[in-house]
């Protein structure tokens, strides 16, 4: 069955087997027909679920100069680099914050 974008509904069995059965994102793209995408999503999803979907190795992505990239902020949003490195640290720390109040509520077992 197609979606409304034309992309193939993979159910949840044979989306599971998928990547069970993969050694990375681009195999279960192949398996399947979704986007890579579309797949890094679902499994977000169901982790976020408690489903233990494994992990896949990871890219090595594109290297970002923090220092570059806070200079070029500050300079579109007219305010000095301090500012923009404290509103990045404040973000930083929220993040950690949250990602430490779900570690410390997440099921285990």
Do not use: C, W
Not at 18 to 26: D, G, K, L, M, T
Not at 65 to 72: F, G, K, N, R, S
Not at 85 to 99: E, F, M, N, P, V
Request: net charge positive.
């Amino acid at each position: 069955m197609a979606s409304k974008k034309g992309q193939k509904h993979v159910d949840m069995t044979a989306f599971l087997a998928a990547i069970e059965s993969a050694s990375n994102v681009a195999e279960v793209a192949e398996k399947t027909g979704l986007k890579q995408t579309s797949i890094l999503a679902r499994m977000s999803k169901y982790r976020s679920m408690g489903i233990p979907v494994k992990n896949f190795p990871r890219g090595g992505g594109a290297r970002v100069d923090v220092d570059a990239a806070l200079e070029q902020l500050a300079a579109l949003r007219g305010v000095n680099v301090a500012e923009v490195r404290k509103d990045g640290k404040k973000l930083k720390a929220d993040a950690d914050k949250r990602a430490a109040d779900k570690a410390a509520t997440a099921p285990t077992g």
